[in-house]
């Protein structure tokens, strides 16, 4: 019975010395698409102007329809609910756009929700939404 204690024992002690080390080399999930390679959306305010773009990279011969929309918004007061400034839509049958758009901000928290949809021969339409929340 000491020898079974004593082995078992020292299986946990060391099971505490090991230590098991993993890492991956990717910062974020990346999705898989059918009709594009990448979307790049950003929202940026500088000297009181708010940078809108959208960036999408699509496969020749694959993507037909590329469509776009932002929504810009300001929060209210106390920070309760938000109120849209701005709304703009684009859309493009190139394989590859960037869309941009720009809008005279003042001072505030800003935010810009993203809704890009790609069509194509690749299978059923992406369909990528972001939202990016900038204070200025």
């Known amino acids: 019975m000491k020898k079974i204690s004593f082995v078992l024992a020292l ?12 890492s991956a080399e990717e910062y974020a999930v990346t999705p898989r698409y059918n009709n594009v390679s990448n979307i790049n959306c950003v929202f940026d305010i500088e000297n009181d102007i708010a940078y809108i773009s959208i960036n999408v990279i699509g496969y020749s011969g694959v993507t037909s329809r590329i469509s776009a929309k932002a929504i810009l918004e300001k929060k209210g007061l106390f920070g309760l609910w938000w109120s849209d400034v701005d709304e703009w839509t684009a859309s493009s049958t190139n394989a590859t756009e960037t869309f941009e758009f720009t809008k005279d901000v003042g001072s505030g928290t800003y935010r810009c929700t993203f809704e890009v949809t790609v069509e194509g021969s690749g299978g059923s339409a992406d369909v990528h939404t972001n939202e990016i929340t900038v204070k200025n």
């Open 11 to 22: 299986c946990l002690l060391l099971s505490f010395g090991m230590n098991v080390v993993a």
